[in-house]
């Protein structure tokens, strides 16, 4: 039973313009939304979270949409770079809950 | 170390054979945590450490596995009678308190059970 699902396994986009990034969840149990950056050989790096109680957060080229009622998030960056490319993972969690329940990633591949 | 740092990197074994992971979290961090991850699955929640103690142990798939962290500090994930189901990436991660919930991962280790 996957509680988080990042149904696009992977993602191309030309540099310059912007990736969109989405996750559901299935769990209402859910408040606190994390997306996390993976590189090749490296572990994952936390990249910027949202809680429930708001519906957007922005940090730099980066930012995270919450739509609780379709219980569906999104990533945006704009605009794109080379190195953004990487595997993205949607995580979520009860907040102050220790447990991160990650979805399986999605690909992308920023096209110079 | 300014980072969390796993041993090793790697480790390929045979079936049946006993495994040890070692994770040396980020100092001070008195949350522990460990996470597998399989192909093309995202990381999957094992075990988590307050202190010494495994505050929540309810992601250990069955009693081959077993994790402590004895000084509070490094941990160990050990795997006993592995299995070629056990393959995949150990992942360890840490943070300064409990609930925080913003992990800082090592690289991991990679274990493939023959």
């Known amino acids: 039973d996957q509680q988080v699902k990042q149904n696009s396994p992977s993602l191309s986009v030309q540099e310059g313009r912007i990736s969109i990034l989405n996750c559901d969840y299935t769990?209402?149990?859910?408040?606190?939304f994390l997306w996390y950056k993976k590189y090749p050989a490296e572990g994952p790096t936390f990249l910027i979270s949202?809680?429930?109680?708001?519906d957007k957060n922005e940090d730099g080229r980066f930012t995270v949409f919450l739509n609780k009622s379709a219980k569906h998030l999104s990533l945006h960056i704009v605009p794109s770079q080379p190195g953004d490319s990487a595997v993205y993972f949607c995580?979520?969690?009860?907040?102050?809950?220790?447990?991160?329940?990650f979805g399986t990633g999605t690909r992308l591949t920023i096209i110079p | 170390g300014a980072g969390v740092s796993q041993t090793p990197s790697n480790k390929v074994t045979e079936k049946g054979k006993y495994v040890e992971l070692r994770c040396d979290p980020i100092?001070?961090?008195?949350?522990l945590y460990w996470y597998r991850q399989s192909l093309g699955q995202g990381p999957e929640f094992l075990i988590y450490f307050q202190g010494t103690g495994a505050a929540d142990d309810s992601g250990l798939p069955n009693d081959r596995f077993f994790a402590v962290r004895p000084e509070g500090s490094v941990s160990t994930l050990k795997i006993q009678r592995t299995e070629r189901g056990d393959s995949a990436v150990y992942l360890c991660?840490?943070?300064?308190?409990?609930?925080?919930?913003?992990?800082?991962f090592g690289a991991g280790s990679r274990l493939t059970v023959l």
């Open positions: 995580a979520a969690t009860p907040e102050g809950n220790e447990k991160l329940t």
């Open positions: 769990n209402s149990m859910f408040d606190y």
């Open positions: 100092s001070g961090h008195t949350a």
């Open positions: 991660a840490s943070s300064l308190l409990a609930g925080a919930n913003v992990l800082t």
């Open positions: 949202i809680s429930s109680i708001k």
